[in-house]
């Protein structure tokens, strides 16, 4: 284990009450000293009053919806995760009225590497191209299945382009699945993403492409297209989609400072953090850092890609993804300083050489990526994840971060510090009759087991 000056950029100095959740003077950003010292004023958030144990499957809607038929709240496109550019738009460039006049099929690693001037294309139109859509994102998970001989031969790209008479219109990060049955479409990297969606011109109607975009599918040779992780106000939402199958909790921060933000937080859990910040400190000498360079970055990897692998052990198959998807996909994003409009932002809590707790993620203008934590289960009993969740909640609150976004996982401790959330829908579509009747018998099987 490295020391703690050669992990990175120390920040909060001085005792444990004193690195966590202090207030000083001004705003404070990402990476910023805290000095002085002063009481812990770390507080939860209070979730709204439901019947226990029922809040957590209420799926609120970002603040600035508006109604998109009765008993639905669709979010503006912005106001949620995955609405930002990947290249800075230039005067948006409207679908055009003449419709689909082409449709290309990217099925090479040498063609996707080309395709990044399709995604600029797009960015350039005006195209909402989230993290989880980025050119750089989508081809780092590429290159690590790729990379491994026998997943190469599981996995297909059949990426869709479709154009207009002003160039890209539309484009479909898709991937064959041959190993199962019936063979079928994914997103690309669902497996590594939080949100997947098509990404479109602005005015593109999904149902006008989506004819051009089932046709070009099914000359992958897959039986079905199995489109998971949309959001609400993703184009493929307005295309038929089956129930909610996940929830993405987010803090909504906009317009409040950190001294608002602390208003709403239950004195219970408020009280709670004080104590397990005084337990934490009674044991050790703790810091809250930032890793800003690639060798500190690539070491909180392996650190989380380790704990992973513990909480991992006897599923074969988690494992396998873990470690020939994930390890070598986050080391190469994680590597460099982000992806697109999205800035890597890799935490920590330290006492000496020890990492206590390490959060992997991205901070955007609208966003904080809650992406991937991991914690030492040597300090179990401290809580030191939950100490370092709440910290960066903090720092985005102060650094004027509109949305702490805590992404896909119904986790328990999430549900702690909020009851707002977003649902995610599957799109599911047969291509071949094969495929049709696997899903119709799905959805018979589904309903008898309750589903």
Same mark, same amino acid.
Request: aromatic content about 8%; charged content about 25%; some cysteine.
């Given at each position: ?24 003077? =001004?705003?404070?950003?990402? =990476? ?5 010292? =002063? ?13 226990? *144990? ?5 799926? %609120? ?16 496109? *912005? ?9 800075? #738009? ?24 080309? #395709? ?23 081809? @780092? ?17 059949? /990426? ?64 079905? %297209? ?57 044991? /050790? ?28 052990? *006897?599923? #074969? ?47 955007? @203008? ?5 992406? /991937? ?22 720092? %985005? ?55």
């Amino acid at each position: 284990m490295e020391t703690a000056a050669s992990w990175g950029r120390r920040t909060n100095r001085g005792d444990g009450h004193a690195r966590f959740g202090i207030r000083s003077s =001004g705003s404070r950003g990402f =990476g910023s000293a805290v000095g002085g010292s =002063g009481r812990l004023r770390a507080r939860p958030y209070r979730p709204a009053k439901h019947a226990a *144990g029922h809040h957590r499957r209420r799926a %609120a809607i970002d603040p600035g919806a508006h109604a998109a038929g009765p008993g639905r709240l669709i979010p503006p496109a *912005g106001a949620i995760p995955g609405n930002r550019a990947g290249a800075a #738009a230039t005067a948006p460039v409207p679908f055009s009225a003449s419709g689909i006049t082409a449709t290309r099929i990217v099925a090479t690693a040498d063609g996707l590497r080309a #395709a990044r001037a399709d995604w600029d294309a797009l960015a350039r139109r005006g195209a909402a191209i989230g993290l989880f859509q980025n050119h750089e994102w989508l081809s @780092a998970w590429w290159n690590a299945v790729a990379a491994d001989g026998a997943l190469s031969q599981r996995y297909a790209l059949h /990426v869709v382009v479709l154009d207009d008479a002003d160039g890209p219109a539309a484009i479909a990060p898709l991937a064959l699945r041959r190993d199962r049955w019936p063979k079928r479409l994914h997103w690309m990297a669902a497996d590594v993403s939080d949100y997947c969606d098509l990404i479109a011109a602005p005015g593109a109607d999904p149902a006008q492409l989506w004819p051009a975009l089932k046709g070009a599918m099914a000359l992958s040779g897959a039986g079905l %297209a199995e489109l998971t992780q949309i959001r609400p106000d993703g184009a493929c939402a307005r295309l038929e989609t089956g129930a909610s199958a996940a929830l993405s909790p987010y803090i909504d921060l906009r317009g409040r400072s950190w001294e608002q933000v602390e208003q709403g937080f239950s004195s219970q859990l408020r009280q709670e953090m004080r104590r397990k910040s005084r337990r934490l400190t009674k044991r /050790v000498a703790w810091n809250y850092v930032e890793f800003t360079d690639a060798a500190s970055r690539l070491k909180a990897v392996d650190f989380i890609a380790a704990q992973k692998r513990a909480q991992l052990a *006897g599923d #074969a198959r988690a494992i396998e993804t873990h470690e020939r998807v994930f390890v070598p996909f986050a080391r190469a994003v994680f590597a460099g300083d982000g992806v697109g409009a999205a800035r890597a932002h890799v935490s920590a809590l330290i006492a000496g050489e020890k990492l206590l707790a390490v959060h992997l993620g991205f901070v955007d @203008a609208e966003r904080f990526y809650y992406y /991937v934590p991991a914690y030492n289960p040597e300090f179990q009993a401290d809580s030191p994840g939950q100490l370092l969740i709440y910290e960066l909640v903090r720092r %985005a609150a102060e650094a004027r971060v509109p949305v702490f976004d805590m992404l896909r996982g119904d986790y328990p401790y999430k549900w702690r510090l909020t009851d707002q959330s977003v649902e995610l829908r599957t799109l599911a579509q047969g291509l071949t009759p094969v495929g049709a009747a696997y899903l119709t018998l799905k959805k018979i099987v589904g309903r008898a087991r309750g589903r």
